[in-house]
């Protein structure tokens, strides 16, 4: 690959990121993550698991530090609420509240949908190849640091 095809693919991350700004404004008090820990629920709990916080952290490949954080911020806005397992006391699973199911709906569900329609233009083949070619960039971003001289 030639410098100039890098640069271009770096000025199109960088569009990703201005994309992702002009997602609807949420409400006060309330970021990106909690939409994305609800559906990421959403997603493991549709395939029948209980959902605990080292779930969401493995999912997301995030610290779980950080993830509780965010789950008890959640939870202290009635957004979330902690189950304890009835088989292990210790074992605490996580779910939405009713309030967090019509967040959830609205900025995640029902966004998306309304979204499809304006991006009839991009074929599910154009959409992954996109992600794939991101995610490669990534790794090699974060894992290969290159010194200037």
């Known amino acids: 690959m030639q410098p100039e095809k890098i640069k271009r693919m770096l000025d199109a991350c960088y569009l990703a990121k201005r994309i992702r700004e002009l997602l609807p404004e949420l409400p006060n008090g309330v970021t990106p993550a909690y939409i994305q ?34 789950v008890k911020e959640m939870e202290a806005k009635g957004y979330l609420r902690k189950i304890v ?52 960039f990534y790794k090699v971003m974060s894992e290969r640091r290159v010194e200037i001289e």
């Open 85 to 136: 397992s009835e088989e292990d006391g210790r074992i605490i699973y996580i779910s939405i509240t009713d309030k967090g199911e019509l967040l959830s709906e609205k900025y995640d569900k029902n966004y998306y949908a309304r979204l499809c329609k304006h991006l009839s233009d991009i074929t599910d083949d154009d959409a992954d190849c996109m992600i794939r070619t991101i995610e490669k």
């Open 37 to 70: 820990y609800m559906d990421v629920i959403h997603k493991l709990q549709g395939a029948g698991e209980d959902v605990k916080i080292s779930d969401i952290s493995d999912y997301l490949g995030l610290p779980r530090p950080g993830v509780t954080r965010t």
